[in-house]
């Protein structure tokens, strides 16, 4: 059975527009809302409350098309104390937003409220962030923090968990992974044989095995139900029922060929309900100028496809050399190695 949907993605713009992907995570009373890119216009769509609830930007690459939107966010945000303030992209990051932040006049803001601005380097075996603060002007570097990284991990929190792959588009592009955390259900059978009487220890007991297959505690720790005393992992196995969190991928800008399609297999292969947007730039018969700018072509999109087998496959970021019924053509092709593609429309939701 389709679990209930928590995790959504929805493409701010058309097949051809700059690129941005907003992604709600959503567990009724807690949500997180993560903007993945900020092209030229493509915040047009939400509020200004909407805008405002956004907890993170993640940046693939700082090409003109998928920045060109941030000062529209940063307008909106940049004096937010309610919520912290973190963006995060490739190497670099932080000398191109810190550039951005100070391309304004800040002469009023030593007396009006102050906000600090984390900017998130991802490095290749380490992430490396910057705090600066609106009372400064963003002018100094409030702190810098390294902290090593696990695999593919950016961060986890208890809700979900955000990864990254570096991709080749003549300089480092991120593709992203936002996966929500596996939800945990008691079996009422196994409850009913345990005979101890409900009570506290059952939402502690939830919360401590949630932690643990977050990663966060250590699983063979011991917990005890009344006089029975087991190790966290083995209270997982015998008494819940764990329905696998979805994911959603975004992949942009990058030369998918055969070496990058093997790694992107194995980096998305196995992912429970998979959306996958990624990038098509050319038809088939202009591979040679996917190579010379290091893009992908819709065939080499739907091989990646093919090989993963999403739940759903979106295509976005079509070159703008593409008339409407061209358009029509590689969206065909892509279907005849992966008939479920589809273009990434406003909106559209996954």
């Excluded at 098309?65 to 990051?93: C, M, Q, T, V």
Aim: charged share 25%; net charge negative; proline share 4%.
């Amino acid at each position: 059975m389709i679990p209930e949907v928590s995790i959504e993605i929805k493409y701010l713009g058309g097949p051809v527009s700059d690129a941005a992907a907003l992604v709600d995570v959503d567990w009724g009373q807690w949500q997180a809302r993560l903007l993945l890119d900020c092209g030229d216009g493509r915040l047009r769509s939400l509020s200004k409350s909407e805008i405002q609830s956004i907890d993170h930007v993640l940046f693939s690459h700082f090409h003109m098309d998928h920045i060109a939107g941030f000062d529209a966010f940063f307008r909106k945000n940049y004096s937010r104390e309610s919520k912290e303030n973190h963006l995060w992209g490739p190497p670099g990051a932080d000398q191109i937003l810190s550039a951005r932040f100070q391309g304004y006049l800040w002469n009023l803001c030593e007396t009006g409220p102050n906000s600090s601005w984390w900017v998130h380097e991802i490095h290749e075996n380490r992430i490396l962030s910057f705090r600066r603060e609106l009372h400064d002007a963003f002018q100094t570097v409030q702190e810098i923090f390294s902290r090593p990284r696990e695999g593919s991990l950016v961060f986890r929190t208890e809700h979900y968990s955000v990864e990254a792959i570096d991709l080749p588009h003549h300089t480092t592009s991120l593709g992203y992974v936002i996966t929500e955390s596996d939800r945990l259900n008691f079996r009422q059978d196994a409850l009913q044989e345990l005979d101890v009487r409900p009570g506290p220890w059952t939402s502690k007991l939830k919360q401590t095995v949630t932690e643990a297959v977050s990663g966060r505690r250590d699983p063979n720790e011991l917990f005890e139900i009344g006089e029975h005393s087991e190790a966290i992992g083995e209270w997982k196995d015998r008494l819940f029922e764990v329905n696998r969190g979805r994911s959603v991928a975004y992949m942009t800008d990058f030369r998918l060929d055969i070496p990058t399609r093997e790694r992107l297999t194995d980096f998305l292969k196995d992912r429970h309900y998979l959306t996958l947007l990624c990038e098509s730039q050319y038809a088939e018969e202009d591979l040679d100028l996917a190579k010379n700018t290091a893009h992908s072509t819709c065939q080499e999109a739907a091989l990646l496809a093919a090989a993963v087998q999403p739940e759903r496959f979106l295509l976005f970021h079509i070159s703008d050399r593409y008339r409407p019924i061209d358009r029509d053509r590689i969206l065909r092709q892509a279907q005849t190695i992966y008939p479920m593609t589809q273009f990434a429309w406003e909106n559209s939701v996954s």
